[in-house]
């Protein structure tokens, strides 16, 4: 079946240091891939997605590459900001319409 | 985009009572989706809600721990009966246009 794996968390660092999140999926067919984020206190937003092979979601800083041949989907950020503080999640979704599948979620910590 | 109304943000109950929490979306949708979130961990999907036909239950949902309903296209409820201290999660709905899901800000829900 489909699934989504991703890093242990947490992840502390200081900030200005550059930041991966390992994101690796099972699936059937070409899903499509996303990173949801989750602020203190907030719901889920969608921070970037990619749709098919070779794609780069990008937004606020963050990226991803939809890597087919390794499966992967790894987020990435050249510089973090204390305000990026949060829970990160690696999600597919296989069908239009259908609900997404997600991996257990990052924590991610940033100090000054 | 998708602008998910969800009450009660939270609440705090006795075992063995139950909670109903609803959902609004702004706008028609044929799916809607009820996740679970415990302390620490990811979503995990409960069940799909289809307008006007039983919801279909994840493994290890059943509908008489999690009775939903579905009257019409832009609402949906679902009740946590006889309550446990393990119940204590985030709930939360979710609806997907296209590819992006959506997602109200959840109910967090504390068992006593």
């Known amino acids: 079946g489909n699934s989504v794996t991703q890093m242990e968390g947490p992840v502390t660092l200081s900030e200005e240091a550059f930041l991966t999140i390992n994101c690796t999926y099972t699936a059937t067919g070409y899903p499509s891939l996303f990173w949801y984020v989750q602020y203190p206190g907030e719901g889920l937003q969608l921070l970037l997605k990619?749709?098919?092979?070779?794609d780069k979601g990008s937004n606020k800083g963050f990226e991803a590459t939809y890597r087919k041949e390794t499966t992967s989907f790894h987020l990435e950020k050249g510089s973090v900001q204390v305000s990026d503080s949060a829970v990160y999640f690696c999600a597919l979704n296989n069908q239009a319409g259908t609900a997404l599948i997600f991996g257990k979620g990052t924590t991610l910590s940033v100090s000054s | 985009s998708a602008v998910i109304s969800q009450k009660p943000s939270r609440d705090i109950c006795q075992r063995g009572t139950s909670l109903t929490i609803q959902c609004q979306v702004d706008?028609?949708?044929?799916?809607m989706f009820w996740y679970r979130q415990q302390p620490g961990q990811s979503l995990t999907l409960i069940a799909t809600a289809n307008q006007g036909s039983e919801a279909t239950y994840e493994s290890g949902f059943v509908i008489d721990k999690f009775p939903i309903s579905r009257p019409n296209l832009t609402f949906s409820t679902l009740t946590v009966s006889n309550m446990s201290p393990e119940d204590s999660s985030i709930y939360l709905c979710?609806?997907?246009?296209?590819?992006?899901?959506?997602f109200g800000q959840g109910t967090r829900l504390t068992v006593v």
């Open positions: 979710s609806v997907v246009r296209e590819i992006k899901a959506f």
């Open positions: 706008s028609q949708v044929t799916m």
């Open positions: 990619a749709t098919k092979a070779d």
